[in-house]
């Protein structure tokens, strides 16, 4: 029984061999056993030796290859930073807000909400985040004003919060200042389509661009001691001819004023005062097509205070997007809600705009 078993074993050993592939030489013809048939009286230890053999001739290869491979690395970096570092592909930063219409139905309270054409809100939002980013200045004047729904809320793009939260902070905001529309049950949805103004004056309305502090000399006047907040700063269109007077524009807007009273026959004297964020209005500008981010100062000085741009609104098409000037990297950004990325320009030179907006912040 033993005898049967040891030759049936040794029957399969030479099987085995057998089906082992044959291996060409230098010529192409198969050395040694290119004569070999199946069931060949080849032994198991020459199969076997030979297989070793060009096995660790393949294994020395292979250690050959790693080896170059290995040199052409920079010892002291990977393979990931040396690709990163001959990449010539810009790096994609993701949008911070996306526009309602790319937006799924947003649920509060059991309540369904669909929003649509939210570029005007956007566009103001996405500014004020990058503004409290990168002025610090700014950044104590968000904090300090935290009952305020809307700059918290640019607060949180700031800190890029997630997506679901952003959206129904923002669907609590423009319920308050555009209709709803019941088309389903259980869903009602807002077209928030409106000048950028608008949002301005509805969201900002206790955080002015402007303070106009007037006094009437007759005491018992209605205007004898009273402030009138300007939420946009309309300039003088004979006097902005074009964006880069802006400064001394500014000078002659807070200037001393003197009129007579138009609720009694006395003098009033009047000053305006500027605030922490200044949204210029330029939209009555002819010809802004042709500006470009270049042509609006980088920064202006005016009363002892400094201001920064930190961007501009622009209506191309019936669709609002900013231009974001980053001032710590000195980059210019693109945000268009209708995009899933941020575009990236270092040159303003050829960012041609129309801006119906220009925003400062003081530092």
């Not at 990977?78 to 807000?97: F, G, M, Q, W």
Request: proline share 2%; glycine share 2%; aromatic share 8%.
């Amino acid at each position: 029984m033993s005898q049967k078993r040891s030759f049936e074993d040794t029957h399969s050993v030479k099987k085995l061999c057998n089906r082992v592939s044959v291996l060409s030489n230098e010529h192409g013809e198969n050395k040694e056993f290119s004569t070999r048939k199946r069931c060949s009286s080849v032994s198991y230890e020459q199969c076997s030796s030979y297989k070793k053999m060009k096995l660790q001739e393949i294994e020395d290869e292979v250690i050959v290859k790693r080896e170059e491979n290995t040199k052409q690395l920079t010892p002291t970096k990977n393979v990931e930073e040396n690709i990163a570092h001959t990449s010539d592909k810009p790096r994609l930063l993701p949008a911070l807000l996306l526009n309602g219409n790319l937006s799924s139905v947003i649920k509060i309270d059991e309540q369904k909400y669909n929003i649509y054409n939210t570029c005007a809100f956007d566009s103001i939002a996405i500014i004020i985040s990058r503004a409290f980013v990168d002025n610090s200045a700014y950044t104590d004047f968000v904090d300090a004003n935290s009952n305020s729904e809307f700059l918290n809320f640019c607060k949180s793009v700031a800190f890029i919060d997630s997506s679901e939260n952003l959206n129904k902070q923002r669907v609590k905001m423009l319920r308050r200042i555009f209709n709803e529309n019941s088309e389903a049950p259980n869903l009602k949805t807002i077209n928030c389509e409106c000048n950028v103004i608008k949002i301005i004056c509805d969201l900002l309305k206790e955080y002015p661009s402007a303070k106009n502090h007037i006094r009437c000399s007759n005491n018992s006047c209605k205007n004898a001691n009273t402030w009138r907040n300007s939420s946009t700063i309309i300039l003088d269109v004979k006097e902005l001819k074009d964006l880069k007077n802006l400064e001394g524009i500014l000078k002659e807007y807070t200037k001393l004023r003197k009129y007579n009273c138009g609720r009694c026959t006395e003098k009033i004297t009047a000053k305006r005062a500027l605030s922490n964020h200044l949204f210029i209005e330029t939209d009555q500008l002819k010809k802004t097509s042709q500006f470009t981010m270049a042509d609006i100062p980088s920064e202006i000085s005016v009363e002892n205070y400094r201001f920064v741009l930190n961007g501009s609104v622009n209506f191309e098409s019936g669709h609002y997007t900013s231009q974001v000037l980053r001032l710590k990297q000195n980059v210019w950004e693109t945000h268009n809600d209708l995009r899933k990325y941020i575009k990236i320009c270092t040159v303003p030179e050829k960012l041609i705009v129309n801006p119906h907006l220009v925003v400062y912040t003081k530092e």
